[in-house]
Nanobody
């Protein structure tokens, strides 16, 4: 059972930055894919960014050029650096991991972008 703990959400003004962290209970090298999803009120959960065990990354078109996903192997932590935030980025952000074809989710952290 992979446990995921997120942190770093909060309130930020448009144009600002936040960094989300997701720490896993297991080595990131034992996990096939890790990533971030988000869900805004009244909308479906959507992919934001993913990073594979081999460190390949992929991003939703809506965040390309603004968000960066990265990983600290020694800390078993995946980060999401969010820059140039927009009100449309407001959502609960969930850390996700897939190991041996089983999906694991964190509890989520709220990001609010508002003047």
């Amino acid at each position: 059972q992979v446990q995921l703990v997120e942190s770093g959400g909060g309130l930020v003004q448009p144009g600002g930055s936040l960094r989300l962290s997701c720490t896993t209970s297991e080595s990131v090298f034992s996990i096939n894919v890790m990533g971030w999803y988000r869900q805004a009120p009244g909308k479906q959960r959507e992919l934001v960014a993913v990073i594979t065990r081999g460190a390949s990354t992929n991003y939703a078109d809506s965040v390309k050029g603004r968000f960066i996903i990265s990983r600290d192997n020694a800390k078993n932590t995946v980060y999401l650096q969010m820059n140039s935030l927009k009100p449309g980025d407001t959502a609960f952000y969930y850390c996700h991991a897939m190991k041996n074809y089983i999906n694991y989710w964190g509890k989520g952290t709220l990001v609010t972008v508002s003047p």
